[in-house]
């Protein structure tokens, strides 16, 4: 399934899989959160170059999906990302919704809903 692809390439900062995995129209909307709180929408060559500063910010991160719901070119999933910051080894979780619309077998619409646990 797509969106485990995504989840996977965006764990081991696999930059070209993940932009293989995206429509060449796609936006990638961050909601407001305790990390971004303005919030987020990316098209792809910024959604690139994100997923590279991500890499130099972030030592490792993992994602547990914890449900996945598709409907059509729908797909719904509830997961938890945990990072661990590169600079001060400070560890991140965040229990996240995502939303995702499909295209042409590709990420076309993707938005997080992301709700950090107490930063430290």
């Not at 992301?114 to 930063?119: A, G, Q, V």
Request: contains cysteine.
């Amino acid at each position: 399934m797509i969106l485990h692809d995504f989840f996977a390439a965006a764990a081991r900062f696999d930059e070209p899989a993940l932009a293989n995995l995206l429509h060449p129209d796609a936006r990638i909307s961050e909601l407001p959160n305790a990390i971004n709180r303005q919030g987020t929408e990316r098209d792809l060559a910024q959604a690139r170059e994100a997923f590279a500063r991500g890499k130099g910010l972030l030592s490792d991160q993992r994602y547990d999906v914890h449900e996945v719901l598709e409907s059509g070119d729908r797909i719904a999933a509830r997961a938890t990302w945990h990072g661990t910051m590169a600079a001060t080894g400070q560890e991140l979780t965040a229990h996240i919704a995502t939303f995702t619309q499909v295209r042409d077998g590709r990420i076309f619409r993707h938005a997080t809903y992301d709700c950090y646990e107490p930063l430290s």
